[in-house]
Structure formats: C-alpha cells, structure tokens
DNA sequence: AAAGTAAGTCAACATGGTTGACGTAAAAGG
DNA sequence: CCTTTTACGTCAACCATGTTGACTTACTTT
C-alpha cells in the first residue's frame, strides 16, 4: 500500500519517463529552432525558409517534389518561400537533363553563406551537447532519435547499430524506388 | 591526397554527424507532431490547443504566466486558444488562494480525456522506439537531448548523471525563484 | 495612497499552412 | 502519333497562430 509511484508501480514510472521525453523532444526543438529564427526575422525571412534553404544545401540538385515530400507541405505553400528566395537569390533553378520538366535546385554562394550562418547555432549547440555526454550517449540518441522518425524517412540516416552499413547508399542510389 | 573525406578529416565527419542530428530532430519532429494533428484538425483544434492541454495537464494549477514562459508565446496568442479551451470545457480556471489575480488552469474531465487520446500516439511511438533502442540508448538520448535545452530549464527533467537527484524536486519546490 | 503585477481585451498585421481550380510543358505509353 | 500522365507553376480564398501596441480591471506590495 505505500509507494504507489515506487517500486510497486512500474507503469507509473514508465508514464513519467514517457512524458519526460515528450517534452524534452518539446523544449529541445523550441530552443533548437529558435536562435536562427531571430536571425531569419533580421532578413525578412522566416522559419518555412529556412528549411527549404537546408534542405536544398544538403542535397543539391534536389527536385521539387522530393522537397515537398521531405516538408510534408503542399506545392503552393512551398512555392511562396521558394519563389522568394530564387528572387533574393538564394538558390537557382536549373532543368533536369534526363527529365526536363524538372527543376532541380541548387544553393548560390549568397545562399551556402546564409545556410551556414543559420546552422552555425544548431551546430554549436548539438556539438556542445555531444561533447557533454559523451560519445557513447551520442550513439543512443541517434538510435532513439531514428527509431522515432517514420520508417520510410529512417534509410536517410546511417545509424550504427541498425540495418546495413549501406542504408544511407541504397537510399542515394535507389531515388526512384 | 587520397580519401579525403575518410580518416584525413575529422572535420568533415563532426560536420556530416552534427547534421545528420539536424536532420534528425527535424523528421522527428515531423512525425511525432503529425498523428496528434490529424486527430486535432478533426476536432476544430490546432497545434497549439494541444500544447496548451498538455502542459496544463502536466501542472494542474499552472498560472498562465508559467504557461506563457513555458511556450514562448504572447498571452494574446495564448488568449485565443486559452479561451476556446474554456469555451469548449477543456480546462478549467479557478483564482489563486495566496493570489487572487491568478487564474490556476487546470484540465476537466473531458480535457484528461483529450489530452490522453492525443499524446496516446507520441507515447507509443517513443515507447516502442525505447523498447528497441534498448535501456543504455534511453539514457544517451535523454543525456543529449537534455544538454540541447536552453539550461533555465533544464531543471524540469531529472536525467540520471546529471545535476543532483533532486534536481525536478528543487524546481517544484522553487516556483517562486 | 501609490506603484507594481496578473490577467484580459481590442485591433491590426505577418507568416505559413490549407483547398480548389486551372495552365503549360515534357515524358510515357497505347 | 495521339492520348494520358507527370512535374511544376499560378491565382484566389481562407484559416491558424504568431506578432506589436494600447488600454482596462483587479489585486498585491510598498
């Protein structure tokens, strides 16, 4: 009868520890997201741009609709920051050659230089959370981390410990399905 | 002169690894919002009404003050959703005992049984990801997503090797600093 | 009694999502 | 070759949720 949230209890802790990291995952993205967004409100740009920015830098030549499919957005949402951003020239459209319906998007150097000034927050603060807990805590991270994200956007990330080695290739390789 | 992004950089695998952690917090993200929001959109409601009933379920008794630190909004956007809330017999408002101008919000009925079906598939979601990442990633995860949090509030979590044990217990105690 | 604080309100505006309808150019398939 | 499908773009309307600024009310603190 003592210690209901003790030992006697084992679904109660389980709860707990659940909710702690809902709001982690909480906390941790607010305050992720929320240096670069001060200086995004500096340029007249906001959070939607940043994301198209990062996501073209990261993989460039990238097509429209694999950005759609990576921000879950729709083409005209889409279309209001990218558009703007091709405006301000941040990143350049060019035709596919296998497929010239296509318009694969590219960073200019304006737009790498912005990419990088943005992410330097996120890089600092990640890489001084790593440093903190060490590299073996890092490797439980990325394993939770993954096991959160939906399985058909996890083969993006090579994570030791799960699947082949060759997860992230097979993804590269296999675009088309 | 060879492999020039193997052994020879260090740089460029601390780079590569901060992003894929980028990355990974976004499709995190992502997916852990997006069940909540269906069933949210279903009911007239918004991402923001879920937060709101989240952490006033969190704190019952919460000041809109501390619920307006905690989000980092304005309490005229908070206003909107806060009242809806009231409208709708989500939440509750009773004055504070020591302080009569507060307004201590707290979850009906009918709120726990909201918040309970919305974080019912964040809840499941990190559980099986815990399940499979097994107990020693747990921590990892928990150590490193606690160090990415602004540390003012840090203190809300009690994450094993870090602080004191009774590091969440100060801070209840401490409401008033 | 005066100043400060907790909360609310009205109004105007910005950002970034949505749906729906329609257009154009290129590719793919009968 | 002609039809259908696909990739992308655009116009328009609307909605959710954030912002700033000004002002009010009730209560607490000094």
Redesign the pocket.
Same mark, same amino acid.
């Given at each position: 009868m003592v210690d209901v949230k003790g030992i006697a209890n084992p679904l109660f802790l389980r709860e707990e520890e659940l909710r702690q990291a809902i709001e982690m995952l909480f906390f941790a993205y607010r305050d992720f997201t929320g240096e670069p967004d001060t200086i995004?409100a500096g340029l007249?740009?906001? !959070?939607? @741009? @940043?994301?198209v920015i990062y996501f073209v830098g990261r993989n460039p030549g990238i097509? #429209?609709?694999?950005l759609?499919r990576i921000?879950?957005?729709?083409?005209?949402?889409?279309?209001? #920051? %990218?558009?703007h951003l091709v405006e301000e020239q941040y990143i350049v459209?060019r035709?596919?050659e !296998?497929?010239?319906?296509?318009? %694969?998007l590219s960073l200019t150097q304006r737009g790498v230089e912005l990419e990088r000034r943005l992410t330097a927050n996120q890089r600092e603060r990640i890489a001084t959370a790593f440093r903190n807990a060490g590299a073996e805590a890092v490797q439980g991270f990325n394993l939770v981390l993954h096991g959160i994200i939906d399985p058909e956007d996890r083969p993006r990330f090579d994570v030791p410990g799960v699947g082949g080695p060759t997860a992230a290739a097979r993804l590269k390789a296999g675009g088309k399905r």
């Open positions: 995004l007249g740009l906001g !959070r939607a @741009h @940043h994301r097509t #429209v609709s694999e759609l921000l879950r957005i729709t083409k005209q949402s889409l279309s209001r #920051v %990218l558009s459209q035709p596919g !296998r497929d010239r319906r296509q318009r %694969l």
